[in-house]
């Protein structure tokens, strides 16, 4: 079966074509980055804009560089939420009025869903069940997985998400939208424990998160600095590091915590954050004392991306499922809801 996946949820346009039996056949995205960069943030009424420019020649490049015509798709995926309610729309009518037109099923998938069965679309996927930690721009969750829908939410974030965290630290440092990969790079140059920020809410049982505390601490750190003239390149870049460290640390933590918990031995990362190579690194070596393995996407399907909706898709269709005539999105719209497949 082939699946042409559409992800549309927040500022970039993905598009890709999995196959059930040949794997992913061609993905393509195209990021609004320098659309929202002046504004420090996404922007949603010039994110669902842009995506109305971009969604459809967007396929249509697709399917000329893959030389698969359109009467050659079997399915439509799109994604259904969560995310920017303007932007889903794009997303699910463009989505959904193709696969009317080329008289094929269509289903509506859950933007998390992808990020969590990204994985699966490496040459070793994990076997279920085993941990996720997801950590984007707008969750951070610890869920544990028994098969493609069923999904037990273990613990999340109180406050922001990790990625949110990674953002807004990136502005106070002055660095560009989107603040994660940037405050990576800096990170970096950074020196360990020339700052210890408070690994919050480790020491209280349970596997929620919260970061706005940590968040404060850099704040302060950083006003310190500047009343004091003092920060200078060097310092910026062990503030960061500081961050990063204690972000990581804490994932870290709840993770071994969340394994002990469900006497699972297999972990997968994904979404956004779980590109970072700190946190990756950090991880590999806490599964491999345990004698568990880690599992994550490439850094281009741990952000967002087509590639994991017509995957995610593709599994729900296969199952059957469809989604009904009308254009259905939810902003909101828990992970445990699912139907198992
Ligand atoms: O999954 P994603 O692309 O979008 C959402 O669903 O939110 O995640 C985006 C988030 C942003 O907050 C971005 O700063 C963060 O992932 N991110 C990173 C890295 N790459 C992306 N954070 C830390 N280190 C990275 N290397
Ligand atoms: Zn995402």
């Known amino acids: 079966m082939k699946v042409l996946g559409i992800e549309t949820s927040c500022d970039e346009t993905g598009v890709a074509i999995y196959d ?62 969560p995310g920017l309610i303007g932007s889903l729309l794009v997303g699910a009518s463009l989505g959904r009025s193709l696969a009317m037109g080329l008289d094929v099923p269509a289903v509506g998938v859950h933007h998390m869903e992808g990020h969590l069965l990204a994985p699966m679309l490496e040459p070793e996927p994990p076997k279920f069940p085993f941990v996720a930690l997801l950590v984007s721009g707008g969750h951070t969750q610890l869920v544990k997985v028994t098969k493609i829908g069923d999904y ?60 706005s505390g940590l968040k404060t601490s850099v704040k302060n750190a950083i006003s310190e600095l500047s ?36 006497g699972l031995e297999r972990l997968i990362i994904a979404g956004g954050v779980s590109a970072n190579l700190n946190l990756r690194q950090v991880l590999e070596s806490t599964m491999s004392q345990s004698g568990g393995r880690l599992y994550y996407a490439q850094p281009e399907y741990c952000t967002d991306n087509g590639a994991m909706i017509a995957y995610a898709g593709c599994q729900r269709l296969l199952a059957g499922q469809r989604s ?14 699912l139907s198992p497949l």
């Open 324 to 337: 009904k005539l009308n254009i259905d999105v939810r902003p909101r719209w828990p992970l445990e809801s």
């Open 227 to 262: 009343k004091e003239g003092d920060l200078d390149p060097q310092a910026r870049a062990n503030i960061a590091r500081g961050f990063e460290d204690a972000v990581v640390s804490t994932l870290a933590i709840k993770c071994r915590r969340a394994l002990q918990q469900t």
């Open 20 to 81: 059930s039996r040949e794997g992913l056949l061609g993905d393509k995205l195209y990021s609004q980055v320098k659309t929202h960069a002046a504004f420090g943030g996404v922007v949603p009424e010039l994110a669902s804009r842009d995506h109305i420019r971009k969604t459809l020649p967007l396929i249509m490049e697709l399917l000329s560089e893959t030389r698969i015509p359109l009467g050659e798709l079997d399915g439509i995926a799109f994604t259904a939420g």
């Open 152 to 211: 037990q939410l273990l613990g999340e974030s109180l406050d922001d998400a990790a990625g949110e965290a990674f953002d807004k630290v990136g502005k106070m440092l002055g660095l560009p939208y989107p603040g994660g990969p940037h405050v990576a790079k800096l990170a970096l140059k950074g020196v360990t424990d020339t700052f210890q920020f408070p690994r919050p809410m480790v020491n209280r049982p349970g596997l929620d998160f919260s970061f």
